[in-house]
């Protein structure tokens, strides 16, 4: 099982395109998706869910789009509220929440204040996030903390990171057909298994999310390294 697993929620304009809707029907339906795979995330153990919900170029859509997308995350966190209490889901946002209007703004900082000791499931919202984005946020952290440059080492990137004390993701999901990150989770990702599926994410079901674990679990993970059979007669070669 993966520790961690990351979902690019590709695809909601598309769906509802599909049926004749407004492209905010597909964001609508997506966002009621999460719930299952959360659920499904703490049935399989599965200690990390971050979900790609805006990204920082998501600016440059239509400003009503762009308006529903910033109602959209303090409304379902309200809406699932109860269940978040009652399965224990920690949250995190991932990104600057600085942009949301200062009520919604602080209705999601108190959710992430009063789920912060919860324990089933770290489900980390990227929202206004973007990877590159996140990286220079870390390096202006460290500098103004007057971190000399010899002090700079990957783990101390890392503890600067929205992700800060979290593993890094194994798995990482794309819906909706397109093969690439878009920025999502630039610093972490280097060794992530990836897992696309044409499948549009308000279509993306929780036996699908199943599948993508079946999957991993048949992924071979070298990290750089020869696999351990070739390891072993590499050494009786030296040795
Ligand atoms: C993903 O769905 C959700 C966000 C980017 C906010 P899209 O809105 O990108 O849907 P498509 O890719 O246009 O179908
Ligand atoms: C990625 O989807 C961002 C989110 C899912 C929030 P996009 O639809 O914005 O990505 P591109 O434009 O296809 O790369
Ligand atoms: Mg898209």
Redesign the pocket.
């Known amino acids: 099982m993966p520790a961690h697993a990351a979902i690019?929620?590709?695809g909601n304009?598309r769906w509802a395109e599909q049926r004749g809707l407004e492209r905010r029907a597909g964001h609508q339906e997506g966002a009621r998706r999460v719930r299952d795979i959360a659920a499904a995330c703490i049935d399989h153990g599965v200690a990390v869910l971050t979900i790609?919900?805006?990204?920082t170029?998501?600016w440059d859509r239509p400003v009503d789009e762009v308006s529903f997308l910033m109602d959209l995350i303090p409304e379902r966190l309200e809406a699932e509220r109860s269940t978040i209490f009652e399965q224990r889901v920690r949250v995190r946002v991932l990104g600057e929440v600085e942009t949301l209007p200062l009520i919604d703004r602080v209705a999601v900082q108190d959710i992430v204040r009063q789920t912060a000791h919860h324990d089933a499931l770290d489900l980390n919202i990227?929202f206004n996030y973007g990877g590159r984005a996140e990286i220079m946020r870390a390096l202006r952290k460290l500098i103004r903390e007057g971190v000399h440059p010899d002090d700079v080492t990957e783990s101390l990137i890392s503890s600067a990171m929205y992700t800060a004390g979290q593993p890094d993701p194994d798995l990482l999901i794309r819906t909706?057909g397109?093969q690439?990150s878009?920025?999502?989770l630039v610093w972490q990702s280097i060794y992530s298994e990836f897992y696309f599926t044409p499948t549009l994410w308000p279509d993306f079901t929780r036996a699908e999310f199943e599948r993508a674990l079946a999957d991993f679990a048949t992924r071979r993970r070298r990290f750089g390294r020869v696999p351990a059979a070739a390891q072993v007669s590499g050494a009786s070669v030296d040795g």
Do not use: K, Q
């Open positions: 690019i929620m590709d304009g790609y919900a805006f990204s170029e998501n990227a909706g397109d690439r878009s920025n999502f």
